[in-house]
């Protein structure tokens, strides 16, 4: 969890049914934009997944220890994301997206961002 984002009073998080990749949130409608909101991790994995890792790139097929390590990379950002949103008092997050790049060899930087919004009920 990231402490950086969260004060007793407010919630730990956005709910993850108020987030959508696409800009409107069904039955609802945007009140009010709080502004762009991100949540990034950066990793690496360890010697034995970087040996095996390179060990299955000769014989080739997916590495089962690199799809662990982005699913939680991605999964993470994502986490800090609805933690930063509910942190600058958004309800919903639109827009979301993903973006990943190598910072050096085999450590790698994945932030997850979208639009923090405040959002009602359409009535």
Known sequence: MNE??????M????AQEMT????DLPG????????VVRGITVR?????????????TL???EIDEYVELAEKSREQAYVR???????????????????????VSNMNEVIAYGTGVIVEPLR
């Open 59 to 61: 014989v080739g097929g």
């Open 20 to 23: 959508s990749t696409t800009f």
């Open 81 to 103: 994301l609805l933690q930063h949103a509910a942190a600058m008092g958004a309800n919903a997050v639109l827009g979301i997206r993903y973006d990943a790049n190598e910072l």
């Open 28 to 35: 609802y409608r945007v009140v009010r934009t709080v502004g």
């Open 11 to 14: 919630p730990l998080q956005v």
């Open 4 to 9: 950086h984002f969260q004060t007793p009073t």
């Open 44 to 56: 690496s994995a360890n010697i034995a997944k970087q040996f095996t890792g390179a060990f299955r």
